[in-house]
C-alpha cells in the first residue's frame, strides 16, 4: 500500500511540527494515541542503566544480567528465585508510578478531548496517571496479572496483593515457599500475563477492551481524527505503527503524528498529512503545553 520511502523531519523543523501538531489537535473530533516503549522510557522507567542497578544490583553480580527485559527470560534454578526477580520487576514497573510526568503531561494535552489509548505497554502508568481505563487497551498484557502456564483456562488473576508481600519477605533474592502462584483450576505454576508465545490469555477484559477500541474508531470514521504515535519502534508495527498509516490514508481528515527522537517518519504518501517530530517525548509535550 505504502512505498518503501520514508520521509523524516530534521531536528531544526521541530519548531514548525509541534505548530502543526498543535492546531491539528484544535481542530481534531477525536485523538487516537498509539503508545510504545519509548513513552514509558521517557517516563523513566528505563530498563538499565542506575535504575536497574540499584533494583536488581545482587542478581547483576550473582547471575550478570545487565538489565530488566533479559532478565526476564534468565532460567534461574528455583521458583523461589524466579518470583524473586519477577516481584521486583513487576513493583518497580506497575504499581509504583513512573519517575517523571510524563503521563501526566500527556493526560493533560487530551484533557476535553475525546481520546483512545491502544498501547503495547503492560506497566499500566496510564491508569496510574489517572486516565479513563474505558479509554485504554493494553494489547500485549499486563504485569499486573497472572494466568496458567498451561494455560487450562482462559482467565487471569490480579497479582497485587502477594506481589507485595513477595517483595517485601524475599530473603536472599528468594520469596517464601508459600508464597508461590499456583493455577487455583489445574495447580500448575502460574505464569505472567505478557504475550510472549502461544500461552498468552486474552481473557474477557481483553476483548472488551478491544470492542471498545474499535467502536471508537467506528464511530469516528471519516472524522477529523489525530493518530498520535508516542515512542512507537519496529518492534511490533503492526500494532500501532502500520494502522495508524493504513487508517490516516483512508480518511481524508485523518493526520498522522508522530513523536519519536531521532525515529520520527512518515511514507511519502501521507506527508502532507503527517506531523513527525524529532524529539524526545517529554520535552515534546512540555512544547505542546506552552
Known amino acids: 500500500m505504502f ?94 508510578r513512573a519517575p517523571k510526568p510524563v503521563y501526566d503531561s500527556l493526560l493533560k494535552l487530551l484533557e476535553g478531548k475525546d481520546y483512545f489509548v491502544l498501547t503495547t505497554n503492560v506497566d499500566h502508568q496510564f491508569q496510574l496517571a489517572g486516565f479513563d481505563k474505558r479509554r ?59 504475550r510472549a508465545d502461544g500461552t498468552f490469555v486474552q481473557d474477557e477484559g481483553w476483548y472488551q477492551a478491544r470492542a471498545r477500541y474499535q467502536e471508537f474508531l467506528r464511530r469516528h470514521s471519516g472524522l477529523r481524527v489525530v493518530f498520535l504515535e508516542l515512542g512507537v519502534g519496529y518492534n511490533t508495527p503492526a500494532i500501532i505503527k502500520f494502522p495508524f498509516w493504513r487508517m490516516t490514508a483512508g480518511s481524508p481528515g485523518a493526520v498522522y503524528a508522530c513523536v519519536n527522537s531521532g525515529q520520527a517518519a512518515c511514507p511519502e504518501e501521507l506527508r502532507d498529512r503527517s506531523v513527525c517530530i524529532n524529539s524526545g517525548i517529554e520535552e515534546a509535550l512540555a512544547a505542546l503545553a506552552r
Open 136 to 194: 485504554l487497551f493494553y494489547t500485549q498484557g499486563d504485569y499486573g496479572l497472572w494466568q496458567c502456564s498451561q494455560p487450562c483456562h482462559q482467565g487471569t488473576y490480579d497479582n497485587e496483593t502477594v506481589v507485595r508481600r513477595m517483595f517485601a519477605e524475599q530473603r536472599n533474592m528468594k520469596v517464601p515457599p508459600e508464597l508461590i502462584p499456583r493455577c487455583p483450576v489445574c495447580g500448575r505454576p502460574m505464569s505472567m500475563n505478557l
Open 3 to 96: 512505498s518503501n520511502i520514508l520521509t523524516r523531519q530534521s531536528a531544526a523543523e521541530c519548531s514548525a511540527q509541534i505548530e502543526r501538531l498543535k492546531q491539528a489537535l484544535e481542530r481534531a473530533d477525536a485523538v487516537v494515541a498509539g503508545a510504545g516503549a519509548g513513552l514509558s522510557a521517557a517516563a523513566g522507567l528505563t530498563y538499565s542503566g542506575e535504575r536497574f542497578q540499584r533494583n536488581f544490583g545482587d542478581f547483576r553480580e550473582k547471575y550478570g544480567i545487565r538489565d530488566m527485559y533479559s532478565g526476564g527470560f534468565y532460567p534461574f534454578e528455583t521458583p523461589e528465585e524466579y518470583w524473586a526477580w519477577w516481584s521486583r520487576h513487576i513493583m518497580v514497573n506497575r504499581y509504583e
